[in-house]
């Protein structure tokens, strides 16, 4: 496995980009930013030396955590002996970033094993020298997951909420009826450009967390068909075409298309 790191300035936004190369399989990219001195999300843990060389380039005042997963939260630890920040996270995620899940294998080999780290519970806003967040609880895909609001500036710090709008798999966590409520929540903002912690920016928040609300449904949609002709979970999710064999032995069957549809199904109320 190898690391690259990048660096992406947007105006005062600056985006470090994480990219995780493992042979056989398609590169793993996770993101890091820095607005006003405040570091959004650490990355993993196997990025530690790329964080290192962030706390060089940047004076860092606040930390602020999405979520808890090991990809965001991994180098959380790190950075408050550095810095001397206590991380902030969302109420639901402080006993999860201190008494951290022993993670799968393939997610260690990925990202690292993060370490636990005392936190500071976010409110309704959060405030730096020069900008106010609205903080917005957007549950799904994790049960601690937030997103940012820059009313004034016209941003919207995602998190994990976006990723691709290409949605082809779920994790055995995620509850897919709340993920598609917080995603119909974060419609409701005036359009704003997303900053993704994996893609990057996008220029509009509505278009790209639109396309992934519709590829969701449409899917949603289709799984009912499937499940009213008698098919099984596994017979819905190769019948939308979506191949599954490598990520579900790759993840001992944590992540899977077959989560998504039963995931998908109970948002329709057609599984218990």
């Given at each position: 496995?190898?690391?690259?790191?990048?660096?992406?300035?947007?105006?005062?936004?600056?985006?470090?980009?994480?990219?995780?190369?493992?042979?056989?399989?398609?590169p793993?990219?996770?993101?890091?930013?820095?607005?006003d001195?405040?570091?959004?999300?650490?990355?993993?843990?196997?990025?530690?030396?790329?964080?290192?060389?962030?706390?060089?380039?940047?004076?860092?005042?606040?930390?602020?955590?999405?979520?808890?997963?090991?990809?965001?939260?991994?180098?959380?630890?790190?950075?408050?002996?550095?810095?001397?920040?206590?991380?902030?996270?969302?109420?639901v995620?402080?006993?999860?970033?201190?008494?951290?899940?022993?993670?799968?294998?393939?997610?260690?080999?990925?990202?690292?094993?993060?370490?636990?780290?005392?936190?500071?519970?976010?409110?309704?806003?959060?405030?730096?020298?020069?900008?106010?967040?609205?903080?917005?609880?957007?549950?799904?895909?994790?049960?601690?997951?937030?997103?940012?609001?820059?009313?004034?500036?016209?941003?919207?710090?995602?998190?994990?909420?976006?990723?691709?709008?290409?949605?082809?798999?779920?994790?055995?966590?995620?509850?897919?009826?709340?993920?598609?409520?917080s995603?119909?929540?974060?419609?409701?903002?005036?359009?704003?450009e997303?900053?993704?912690?994996?893609?990057?920016?996008h220029?509009?928040?509505?278009?790209?967390?639109?396309?992934?609300?519709?590829?969701?449904?449409?899917?949603?949609?289709?799984?009912?068909?499937h499940?009213?002709?008698?098919?099984?979970?596994?017979?819905?999710?190769?019948?939308?075409?979506?191949?599954?064999?490598?990520?579900?032995?790759?993840?001992?069957?944590?992540?899977?298309?077959?989560?998504?549809?039963?995931?998908?199904?109970?948002?329709?109320?057609?599984?218990?």
């Amino acid at each position: 496995m190898s690391t690259a790191f990048e660096r992406f300035d947007h105006g005062p936004v600056t985006f470090y980009r994480v990219t995780r190369k493992v042979p056989g399989n398609r590169p793993m990219r996770v993101g890091i930013y820095v607005v006003d001195g405040v570091m959004i999300d650490t990355g993993p843990q196997r990025s530690r030396e790329a964080v290192a060389a962030i706390l060089q380039e940047e004076s860092i005042q606040q930390v602020l955590l999405t979520h808890h997963h090991e990809d965001h939260l991994g180098n959380a630890a790190f950075v408050a002996r550095e810095t001397g920040a206590r991380p902030w996270i969302h109420p639901v995620g402080q006993p999860l970033a201190a008494k951290p899940e022993r993670l799968p294998l393939y997610r260690r080999l990925y990202w690292g094993q993060h370490s636990a780290v005392d936190t500071q519970p976010l409110g309704d806003t959060f405030e730096t020298d020069n900008y106010c967040f609205r903080v917005i609880h957007t549950p799904g895909h994790a049960p601690d997951h937030i997103v940012l609001h820059e009313e004034s500036q016209e941003w919207l710090f995602g998190g994990d909420l976006y990723l691709t709008d290409r949605v082809e798999r779920a994790f055995a966590y995620e509850d897919i009826s709340l993920l598609i409520e917080s995603i119909r929540s974060a419609l409701a903002i005036p359009d704003c450009e997303l900053f993704c912690q994996h893609t990057g920016r996008h220029m509009s928040h509505q278009h790209q967390i639109g396309k992934k609300l519709d590829r969701l449904l449409g899917l949603r949609n289709k799984a009912i068909v499937h499940l009213e002709e008698g098919r099984s979970i596994r017979e819905i999710a190769s019948a939308l075409g979506i191949p599954d064999k490598a990520h579900k032995w790759i993840s001992g069957g944590e992540w899977s298309s077959e989560h998504l549809v039963r995931g998908l199904l109970r948002d329709a109320d057609r599984l218990d």
